[in-house]
């Protein structure tokens, strides 16, 4: 008999996490592309993109008609557990 194998439906990280993976490859990438490689709506990632802005983690600076997004690789974690590693280090981490 043929096993089948169900995919998990919740991922490791979160996608504030991914969408500053993309970031740090493409600073100047569209929403629309953010949203492809997240797997999320453009919505979903216009506001994520205003919380990390809000919280200064992000920093946005216009090139013309589009935004580039600079990291503060130093913003610690807020989770209490976790609040003694930076942005950075996570992806670092990461690659």
Request: proline share 3%; no cysteine.
């Amino acid at each position: 008999m043929t096993e089948t194998v169900t995919r998990p439906t919740w991922t490791f990280l979160t996608n504030h996490t991914h969408l500053l993976v993309v970031l740090r490859r493409e600073p100047n990438a569209r929403i629309r592309d953010l949203a492809d490689a997240v797997g999320i709506t453009q919505r979903a990632v216009q506001r994520i993109l205003a919380e990390l802005v809000a919280d200064g983690i992000l920093k946005v600076r216009k090139e013309g008609r589009r935004n580039a997004y600079r990291i503060q690789r130093r913003s610690r974690l807020r989770h209490p557990l976790e609040s003694k590693h930076t942005i950075g280090e996570v992806l670092d981490l990461l690659g």
